[in-house]
C-alpha cells in the first residue's frame, strides 16, 4: 500500500514558477514508478511528466518539455515536478501516482488527492 499527499501548489502570475511535491508512504514506495497529471475543468486527466523507480528514467509532456522537470528523492520519499514559465494554460488540479511506466492513468495503482495550480495572465 502506498500513500500519497501532494503540496505546493497555489496562485502565481505567468512566467512564474512553483515547485509541487509528492510525499509517499509505504514500504514498496521506492519499487514504483512515479507520474504527475492533471486536470483542468471540463477535460480529461492528462499526463504530464513520469519517473522510473531508479529514477535514471524521466519523460515529460510536449507541451511542458523544457519548462517543467520531475525529480524524485528516495531517501525522503519524494517526488517532485518543478514547474518554471508557467502559462494560463497550466492551470488544473495536479496529482501524482504511483504506477508504472507509462503516460497512461490506467496504469497507475495509487493516486494523491491533487493539488490546486492556477495560472493567472
Known amino acids: 500500500q502506498v500513500q500519497l499527499v501532494e503540496s505546493g501548489g497555489g496562485l502565481v502570475q505567468a512566467g512564474g514558477s512553483l515547485r509541487l511535491s509528492c510525499a509517499a508512504s509505504g514500504r514498496t514506495f521506492r519499487n514504483y514508478d512515479m507520474g504527475w497529471f492533471r486536470q483542468a475543468p471540463g477535460k480529461e486527466r492528462e499526463f504530464v511528466a513520469i519517473i522510473s523507480a531508479s529514477g535514471g528514467l524521466t519523460y515529460h509532456a510536449d507541451s511542458v518539455k523544457g519548462r517543467f522537470t520531475i525529480s524524485r528523492d528516495k531517501a525522503e520519499n519524494t517526488v517532485y515536478l518543478q514547474m518554471n514559465s508557467l502559462k494560463p494554460e497550466d492551470t488544473a488540479v495536479y496529482y501524482c501516482?504511483?504506477?508504472?511506466?507509462?503516460?497512461?492513468?490506467?496504469?497507475?495503482?495509487?493516486w494523491g488527492q491533487g493539488t490546486q495550480v492556477t495560472v493567472s495572465s
Open positions: 501516482a504511483a504506477g508504472h511506466y507509462s503516460s497512461k492513468w490506467s496504469d497507475y495503482d495509487y
